[in-house]
């Protein structure tokens, strides 16, 4: 099993707006990714936001040929790619009229284009496409809950032929600010609505799920309620992932602290938290096993750390990057067969 780093930890939450810090290169953290050691074990590859100012999505087969060169030189591979399916990206809402759909789907597209040339390139042979619903917040599609899951359904229908027919897979990630998806049940509801296995599947992250938990932007589907004890944790999380867990073809490992926060047009998002942050909820390695059962059979072949909206000067320490990768050997160790694979 492989270990990656994610690249948009150096864009997400950063910008020209006030109060905002710069972005991090693209270089810079690919450089960070690649210095980090323990005991001689480095990270294998990233995951990449296909996002400027990292990566224009429209950018010549030439220039993403370069972008390769650059991260096959640092020693890394590439793993899941994140499609620009948003609104003031290239793309727009999945749960919107047949305008926006069309947009959504033209950023699938584009993703599974450059997929194509990493694939070809050799710096990528395994990873899923990233997408969500593209749907700020869960007003809009609380006016009609059936009707509205069916729109992102049809559009994630139409995507899933579009991956398949290039040989990728989406995962569709479960963050409580997705409308439709902010919910365990909800995301259950829509991937069955979808019936798609085989090209669309889950993407699960530990600090997002811990708040689906918590039944944030969904209390009718709460699973805990503070307060709660180690032993109505894990009863409550096996029920959660039990459920999931069969449609889950992309891991992230992550920390959360049980903060919910805006962030733009966000409605209420999640805060992952360093590795060792002491007011963590998870033991991450524990909390990993239920997720990782049968990972490869499920055609999971590497796992990567997310932590978005950390402080540049957190991101910027190498005792940051050292510490996430000692977790994720950890996690590798205790749960995958396969170091190789």
Request: charge should be negative.
């Amino acid at each position: 099993m492989k270990l990656h780093n994610a690249m948009w930890p150096g864009l997400v939450g950063k910008g020209t707006d006030e109060g905002q810090e710069p972005p991090i290169s693209l270089e810079r953290m690919l450089d960070l990714t690649a210095a980090a050691e323990v005991d001689g074990q480095k990270f294998d590859g990233i995951d990449y936001f296909l996002f400027l100012p990292h990566t224009n999505p429209e950018a010549s087969d030439d220039e993403i040929r370069k972008i390769a060169d650059l991260i096959a030189s640092k020693g890394l591979a590439v793993g899941s790619l994140v499609a620009p399916i948003w609104p003031g990206t290239v793309g727009d809402s999945a749960m919107g009229d047949a305008e926006q759909q069309a947009k959504f789907l033209s950023a699938v597209k584009m993703a599974c284009r450059i997929a194509g040339i990493f694939n070809d390139h050799g710096v990528r042979q395994y990873g899923a496409i990233r997408i969500d619903s593209a749907e700020f917040g869960v007003e809009k599609w609380r006016e009609d809950p059936k009707a509205n899951t069916q729109k992102i359904a049809n559009t994630f229908k139409e995507a899933a032929k579009i991956a398949a027919d290039h040989g990728e897979r989406l995962a569709a990630e479960g963050e409580i600010c997705w409308a439709g998806m902010h919910s365990w049940k909800d995301i259950l509801d829509l991937l069955e609505a979808v019936g798609m296995p085989e090209s669309l599947g889950f993407q699960a992250d530990l600090a997002h799920t811990y708040l689906y938990l918590m039944g944030y932007n969904a209390p009718e589907h709460a699973l805990l309620h503070e307060g709660y004890s180690d032993e109505e944790f894990y009863a409550a999380y096996e029920k959660m992932t039990d459920k999931l867990r069969p449609w889950t073809i992309d891991f992230h490992v992550a920390q959360n602290d049980g903060e919910v926060h805006g962030a733009g047009s966000h409605d209420k998002t999640g805060k992952h938290c360093p590795a060792d942050d002491p007011n963590g909820k998870l033991d991450i390695v524990k909390c990993s096993g239920y997720w990782l059962k049968d990972a490869e059979k499920r055609g999971i072949k590497h796992i990567c750390w997310d932590g978005c909206m950390f402080p540049n000067a957190t991101l910027e320490d190498p005792h940051t990057w050292n510490t996430i990768l000692d977790t994720m050997i950890k996690v590798r160790d205790t749960h995958c067969t396969s170091q190789t694979a």
